[in-house]
């Protein structure tokens, strides 16, 4: 079922890891063409053009395009007993994690009378993005709001499509969540309207936010990549992934379970193996065949590990599996070896990292209290996962004294000169007149 790359007697190039390695193809790019319309139509039309494009694309007419709160509360009431619980639990522990990222504010003292300090301070308003499609979304829900509270952002807007099945309204789940976790606002909208209502504002509906996060489809990415410096953004999300080390000492049916648990997500969805033990290969593969079939999604699953983005890669050592998966930088990493720690602590590039047999990704999907919005298609190599720093800016404050300020004027001086600004070192001079 998974194609087989073979690595073994292979000097591991990034050359060659690049063009062999299993990736799915998401081409933000020319998707941007066909966004843009949608885009300025919202902008130039406001709610018609959202309306218009739920009927376009989700097939309804939304009664709301502004949720009445009372019809989250109502969710919320309905809302089966368990689930709620397991929503309560993810918030509580996903609060405690993003509550210890937030990074304090420091001050320098450079001599007397001279310090720098830093502060960070929240985005005032931010737009959270979360997705209809094939499956329904509630623990995206709480990755995006949590750090955003935490972070201290004082509105919170939701965005998700309208549902014709739901009486043109959010999924029912995500409503819940929403009335659990306390937003602010929640918008019936999809898809690259909604990105520009949050973006650029629609009058009598949505004021515009500071930035956007959340997954999404092509078209979102698309958006998402055409609204940012209007807005900040989080990332362009791309089709799901994950990438597994194992060695013998790992159990071949929780192996294909984990491949299959990822599939199930999107037909584009990445499963990739890379093992040591072709044995182990073989045994995977046949497990994750009949994994495969008897799944309640199995056309999904199967369309996924027989594509081009999923694949068995067999390497000599774990060295060598290390260096393959810190070039495949995989959204979702699980090391399952012996000694699977001392494995993790060699890994510079993925979204995540799941340790050991007993920390499978589904755990970090729901209630690892780690966040699941992860840099897809490689771009851990230089991106992070969300995080609270997503809804914060960094802002330096800096305070000299006369006399401090008296101290470096001569050199302010010179580098003005040498820079050719001479207005740069006149206003130094006019304090030093002041003394």
């Known amino acids: 079922m998974l194609r087989l790359i073979d690595l073994r007697a292979t000097e591991l190039s990034p050359d060659l890891l690049d063009r062999v390695l299993p990736r799915a193809e998401f081409d933000v790019a020319a998707a941007i063409e066909q966004v843009k319309p949608l885009i300025e139509d919202v902008r130039q039309r406001g709610a018609a053009a959202l309306t218009e494009q739920a009927k376009r694309f989700d097939h309804v007419t939304p009664p709301h395009l502004d949720v009445p709160k009372e019809l989250w509360d109502q969710a919320l009431e309905q809302l089966d007993r368990q689930v709620r619980r397991a929503l309560e639990v993810g918030i509580e522990r996903c ?146 992934e994950i990438a ?39 045994r995977v593969d046949r497990a994750t065949a009949a994994r495969a079939q008897a799944t309640k999604h199995s056309a999904r699953v199967i369309t996924a590990l027989s594509g081009q983005a999923s694949g068995l890669v067999l390497v000599d050592t774990l060295e060598q599996a290390v260096v393959v998966a810190n070039r495949y930088a995989a959204e979702h990493l699980e090391i399952q070896t012996d000694h699977a720690r001392a494995v993790a602590g060699q890994i510079r590039h993925a979204g995540a990292i799941f340790v050991g047999h007993y920390s499978p990704v589904p755990l970090g999907d729901y209630l690892a209290g780690s966040n699941h919005v992860l840099p897809t298609g490689g771009t851990a190599r230089y991106a992070s996962g969300l995080g609270v720093t997503a809804f914060l800016k960094s802002v330096q404050q800096v305070e000299y004294s006369a006399k401090a300020l008296a101290q470096v004027a001569p050199l302010i001086q010179a580098l003005a000169t040498a820079e050719d600004l001479p207005a740069h070192g006149e206003a130094v001079q006019a304090r030093q007149a002041d003394g």
Do not use: F
């Open 95 to 240: 609060a405690k994690v993003h509550a210890a990222q937030v990074p304090p504010d420091h001050q320098v003292t450079l001599d007397e009378g001279a310090t720098v300090a830093q502060r960070w301070i929240p985005v005032e308003r931010v737009g959270l993005y979360v997705p209809g499609g094939l499956a329904v979304y509630p623990s995206s829900v709480v990755m995006n709001v949590v750090p955003a509270q935490q972070a201290g952002v004082d509105q919170l807007v939701v965005a998700s499509p309208a549902q014709a099945e739901h009486g043109g309204l959010p999924h029912p789940t995500i409503l819940a969540t929403c009335a659990l976790l306390g937003v602010d606002q929640v918008i019936a909208a999809g898809g690259a309207g909604a990105i520009a209502a949050l973006a650029y504002g629609v009058e009598s509906l949505v004021r515009p936010v500071d930035v956007i996060t959340g997954p999404g489809n092509i078209w979102v990415a698309a958006a998402k990549r055409s609204v940012l410096g209007q807005v900040g953004i989080d990332a362009e999300a791309g089709p799901t």
């Open 244 to 282: 597994i080390i194992a060695d013998h000492t790992a159990n071949p049916d929780h192996l294909a379970a984990d491949l299959v648990g990822q599939a199930e997500h999107d037909p584009l969805a990445a499963a990739v193996l890379i093992t040591t033990s072709a044995r182990l290969a073989e």
